[in-house]
């Protein structure tokens, strides 16, 4: 049964080089070792900024935003809790950086493989990977999409605005790579079904990450097939109600659509 790489607990370290806590397959980028023996004050600031960072990533994991508190992150660090406020101004901050690190990280690489999608229509794996990429980022580090959820439906949660305006990125985002398949929003109707449907599959995404790590949705693999054939089916609908159709792009989804069900159904046999 397939799994998302190094979605188990990692002990609270902070030893570690700083963690691209959303690259493709689940691996750790490292930062490039700093060759120097002597850093420039703005170096050792960045360097001690990364430890802080790395370390409130690894009590998320471990403990949930509950466990979370200046003085674990310092430790972590191995600095003093004094020195956390020279970097961030509170918890609330950290958290904001942590998410938005992570998450610009993240829309680049499924902006990517969406784009790699497009310009191979007939190929399933291409499309399978613009969702396993963020349900494996999801698996990895879900502590940050409980807090962003919570928070936008908290209207006492400081990082509320945050978290709508990082859900309006991933929808706005999805929307205009819809638009290159040459789904163009030429009216407000149009403009809107993007959205809905940009909206709907990020929101499914989400789901059947949470599904998997309750233990509902044993295998990613399956999960990644529905949510190709959810995106297939809204895609057709967008494509069957919009004026100004394009033959050569209907044609192209069809047949990824139908390629899609197809081996999904086979797999799955």
Same mark, same amino acid.
């Given at each position: 049964?397939?799994? $998302? $790489?190094?979605?188990?607990?990692?002990?609270?370290?902070?030893?570690?080089? &700083?963690?691209? *806590? &959303?690259?493709?397959?689940?691996?750790? %980028?490292?930062?490039?070792?700093?060759?120097?023996?002597?850093?420039? +004050?703005?170096? !050792?600031? /960045?360097? @001690?900024?990364?430890?802080?960072?790395?370390?409130?990533?690894?009590?998320?994991?471990?403990?949930?935003?509950?466990? =979370? @508190? @200046?003085?674990?992150?310092?430790?972590?660090?191995?600095?003093?809790?004094?020195?956390?406020?020279?970097? &961030?101004?509170?918890?609330?901050?950290?958290?904001?950086?942590? *998410?938005?690190?992570?998450?610009?990280?993240? %829309?680049?690489?499924?902006?990517?493989? %969406?784009?790699?999608?497009?310009?191979?229509?007939?190929?399933?794996?291409? #499309?399978?990977?613009? &969702?396993?990429? $963020?349900?494996?980022?999801?698996?990895?580090?879900?502590?940050?999409?409980?807090?962003? =959820?919570?928070? %936008?439906?908290?209207?006492?949660?400081?990082?509320?605005?945050?978290?709508?305006?990082?859900?309006?990125?991933?929808?706005? #985002?999805? !929307?205009?790579?819809?638009?290159?398949?040459?789904? @163009?929003?030429?009216?407000?109707?149009?403009? +809107?079904?993007?959205?809905?449907?940009?909206?709907?599959?990020? *929101?499914?995404?989400?789901?059947?990450?949470?599904?998997?790590?309750?233990?509902?949705?044993?295998?990613?693999?399956?999960?990644?097939?529905?949510?190709?054939? =959810?995106?297939?089916? *809204?895609?057709?609908?967008?494509?069957?109600?919009?004026?100004?159709?394009? $033959?050569?792009? /209907?044609?192209?989804? /069809?047949?990824?659509?139908?390629?899609?069900?197809?081996?999904?159904?086979?797999?799955? !046999?």
């Amino acid at each position: 049964m397939w799994r $998302p $790489p190094g979605s188990e607990r990692r002990p609270v370290s902070a030893s570690a080089t &700083f963690p691209e *806590a &959303f690259c493709s397959g689940g691996r750790w %980028r490292e930062s490039t070792a700093v060759t120097s023996t002597q850093l420039s +004050r703005s170096e !050792a600031k /960045d360097q @001690t900024r990364r430890k802080l960072i790395r370390a409130a990533l690894a009590i998320l994991d471990a403990e949930g935003e509950a466990g =979370l @508190t @200046t003085v674990k992150v310092a430790k972590a660090a191995g600095i003093a809790q004094s020195s956390f406020y020279v970097h &961030f101004k509170d918890r609330q901050e950290l958290l904001r950086v942590l *998410a938005q690190e992570g998450g610009a990280r993240l %829309r680049e690489e499924m902006r990517e493989a %969406r784009r790699q999608a497009r310009e191979h229509p007939d190929d399933l794996e291409r #499309h399978r990977e613009t &969702f396993r990429i $963020p349900l494996e980022a999801i698996c990895r580090h879900p502590e940050l999409l409980r807090i962003q =959820l919570r928070a %936008r439906h908290d209207p006492s949660s400081s990082l509320r605005e945050f978290a709508a305006e990082t859900a309006a990125a991933y929808r706005e #985002h999805h !929307a205009a790579d819809l638009a290159a398949l040459g789904y @163009t929003a030429d009216d407000e109707r149009d403009r +809107r079904r993007l959205e809905m449907i940009a909206d709907g599959i990020n *929101a499914a995404t989400n789901a059947l990450a949470m599904g998997h790590l309750e233990g509902r949705y044993p295998d990613l693999g399956e999960a990644a097939d529905i949510l190709v054939a =959810l995106s297939r089916g *809204a895609l057709r609908l967008l494509k069957s109600t919009r004026s100004g159709a394009d $033959p050569a792009v /209907d044609r192209a989804v /069809d047949r990824a659509a139908d390629r899609a069900a197809e081996q999904a159904v086979e797999q799955q !046999a």
